[in-house]
């Protein structure tokens, strides 16, 4: 979850990372100059959000500002905007919104489909960890601002990142996705490079991008159990978000070149997949169990698609 060079970079400024869209006042990645802050379990507070249920569109199609994470489940997408403060279930075929979620403040940056089937996404701005299941949006726990990648390991340990030079993974104990009464998120490696997202691999290490948005970039792997960074693949061209794809291969995106690269974690090489051609400067993907990609705009509302047989369209988010 990115630059057209000078222009971009400012853009980032604006959201105090080079995690997402043209935000407003992410500002800062506050508490980010020092250790990272003691998460809190706070209140729950809820908001009107089906999660498995696939409801007809909204009449109000106001496409957001922008987007930036994505995750697919079943036929719709899940997209955070930190701009508009909202998460949107959207039609994967039509880009019709069916829900939108206001996340009171949060700035929601990046999504995860749980085990259990409910949405836990990353709140950039305040550093609310939150969840959509059953109806509601509930803030689990209060972390720091600056949380961006989030992912879901095999056993439903939660790996949530902060974004930015010197950023910190988190891992959180779920049960299957519901949250553990009395379970807090935990530090596993710190200093970490620029991570926008990441893919988790079986093993429960996990494939990211790194040397933000301006490159020279690197593919690493984050192992968590051994608190350890490596590199992977050096050279890149500027990379600065990953995911695995339903066989659990990782793959970062060129984020200006829309180039979708296939890491080989044992051979320490990478190859290109698919190329996005349109909606660059793009900022998160996103693959489909039948290994369709969807790769967000980071200016714009709207997701390049690209079938496995390599035909693209442009997917308009609302109207």
Request: hydrophobic share 40%.
């Amino acid at each position: 979850m990115k630059r057209i060079v000078v222009g971009l970079v400012v853009v980032l400024a604006l959201v105090g990372a080079g995690c997402s869209s043209g935000g407003s006042d992410a500002g800062t990645e506050g508490g980010k100059d020092g250790a990272a802050t003691s998460p809190e379990p706070i209140e729950t507070t809820t908001t009107a959000a089906p999660t498995t249920t696939v409801p007809d569109p909204l009449e109000d199609q106001s496409a957001p500002s922008s987007i930036n994470g994505l995750t697919v489940q079943g036929g719709t997408l899940w997209i955070a905007s930190i701009k508009d403060d909202l998460v949107l279930q959207v039609d994967a075929e039509s880009g019709a919104i069916l829900r939108r979620i206001d996340t009171k403040g949060a700035g929601p940056d990046d999504v995860a489909v749980a085990p259990d089937g409910s949405i836990w996404t990353t709140g950039f701005v305040n550093g609310d960890l939150g969840r959509i299941v059953d109806g509601t949006y509930e803030v689990v726990v209060t972390m720091e601002a600056g949380i961006n990648p989030l992912e879901f390991g095999s056993d439903g340990t939660l790996y949530v990142g902060t974004y930015g030079p010197g950023g910190t993974l988190y891992t959180l104990a779920t049960d299957g996705g519901a949250p553990i009464d009395g379970e807090e998120p935990q530090v596993a490696v710190e200093d970490l490079p620029d991570i926008n997202a990441f893919g988790v691999l079986a093993d429960d290490t996990l494939v990211a991008p790194a040397g933000g948005l301006t490159g020279p970039s690197q593919a690493v792997l984050i192992d968590p159990a051994a608190g350890t960074v490596s590199t992977l693949v050096g050279g890149m061209p500027a990379v600065a978000a990953g995911a695995t794809d339903a066989d659990g291969v990782p793959y970062v995106l060129g984020n200006i070149t829309g180039q979708v690269i296939a890491i080989d974690v044992d051979a320490k090489t990478s190859e290109v997949a698919q190329t996005a051609k349109e909606g660059a400067p793009f900022d998160n993907l996103a693959f489909a169990a039948d290994g369709t990609i969807y790769v967000s705009s980071f200016t714009a509302p709207a997701v390049t698609v690209i079938d496995p047989d390599g035909t693209q369209h442009v997917l308009a988010v609302g109207s």
